[in-house]
């Protein structure tokens, strides 16, 4: 457990915190005037590996090996001048700061951080962080490395969990959610739609299947995960009989047949390892998917009625209302696909290149 005080006074700043990975959804904007929600539980803190905000550079300014160097390997709009490292929390887990008010950006609905650190240390008046709250965006607090420290507590942190533990209590998350959008001129909005969660964590994989794919066609397994996967790689990749296959392996379940190419594995929420199996043959790529959204994969939840004759159980889901269900096939979020991919040395190679040439494109069609 840590506590994160002011760098300038040492004040503290935070309630005790665990650390955590970052969610895949940290970086994602979603739709337009939609209500997200908080991206850390309480009680955990996550670290962002990449600076985030301004100030920016273009591309075209940025000194050759510059971006290389910071583990990007294809052109990007610009490059953040931010200092890497923050500290991400939910907001509620503050203490002992006050809002910026002249910081508060150009957000419609609440903060979004454009304007650089928007909270002060109340005992010194440092900057310490950002808050960000605005409609599409996951509210979070984001403390600087370079104006907050991080010390020890008191108490000995729980272990984290084992593979077995995690299959048995972690908690899923479901491929469909309402969505809730702020008052605009028709009036606040409900929908059925596909979970942000979901797109985002598909960018996440996506990224990762195209690579493994080494520019063959790729086959998943039917049924959710080709709702979520097939229609974006048969359209980017070329067609073709011989086709690189994808199964869902992880903690539980069957080691995978001979002749499998990619691994759909979970990733560890505490810890953030990939799970592998101890007999990986050589050349098989893992590809990381969330915990939750792995195991909803592997063990759906029933979402149809169940038939039954005389007196209805407790236990059997009702005929009425039917499902909801989203009235769009599944988009897989372009930004976490793009800020994934360009991290990937293999980006480098040219089939590769010209897929993110032509994004725009996918985008059109419907993929993103």
């Known amino acids: 457990m840590f506590v994160f005080v002011c760098a300038g006074c040492g004040a503290d700043l935070t309630v005790p915190l665990s650390q955590v990975t970052l969610p895949v959804h940290a970086r994602q904007q979603y739709g337009n005037g939609a209500q997200l929600p908080v991206l850390m539980e309480s009680g955990t803190f996550a670290v ?14 940025a000194d050759p090996g510059e971006a290389e160097a910071r583990g ?3 052109p990007v709009h610009a490059l953040s001048g931010g200092t890497p490292g923050a500290s991400v929390i939910a907001p509620g887990d503050i203490r002992g700061t006050r809002l910026i008010p002249e910081k508060r950006g150009d957000a419609c ?31 979070m607090v984001r403390l600087g490395s370079d104006v907050v420290h991080r010390l020890p507590v008191d108490g000995i942190p729980p272990a984290p969990l084992s593979w077995a ?3 048995e209590q972690g ?7 309402p969505i809730a959008t702020w008052g605009g001129r028709l009036g606040t909005h409900h929908h059925w739609s596909w979970s942000p969660q979901w797109e985002a964590a598909a960018g996440h994989a996506l990224a990762h299947l195209l690579v493994a794919s080494q520019g063959q066609p790729v086959k998943v397994p039917d049924g959710l995960a080709a709702d979520v996967f097939q229609r974006a790689l048969d359209t980017l990749l070329p067609a073709g009989a011989l086709k690189r296959r994808a199964v869902l392996a992880g903690p539980g379940r ?15 929420p505490r810890t953030g390892r990939t799970w592998c199996p101890a007999d990986l043959d050589a050349g098989v790529y893992l590809v990381p998917l969330p915990l939750g959204v792995w195991l909803w994969l592997v063990s759906p939840e029933p979402d149809l009625p169940v038939p039954a004759s ?24 372009r930004k976490i696909f793009h800020h994934t991919l360009v991290r990937l040395p293999a980006v480098r190679s040219p ?3 010209t897929i993110l040439e032509n994004l725009t494109r996918s985008t059109s069609a419907g993929l993103f």
């Open 109 to 139: 609905c609440g903060l979004d951080g454009a304007d650089g650190p928007n909270i002060a240390c109340e005992a010194c008046d440092l900057p310490v962080g950002t808050r960000v709250d605005d409609c599409s965006l996951w509210q």
């Open 171 to 177: 908690e899923k998350t479901p491929p469909f959610e």
């Open 351 to 353: 089939w590769l290149s």
């Open 48 to 61: 962002d590996p990449d600076p985030w905000g301004g100030p920016w550079r273009m591309w075209a300014e």
């Open 165 to 167: 533990e995690l299959t």
């Open 254 to 268: 069957p080691s995978p047949d001979a002749g499998v190419d990619i691994l759909l594995v979970p990733v560890h």
């Open 310 to 333: 005389g007196r209805m159980a407790r236990d059997v889901l009702r005929d009425d209302p039917l499902p909801l269900l989203p009235d769009h096939l599944f988009r897989v979020d």
């Open 72 to 74: 990007i390997y294809a």
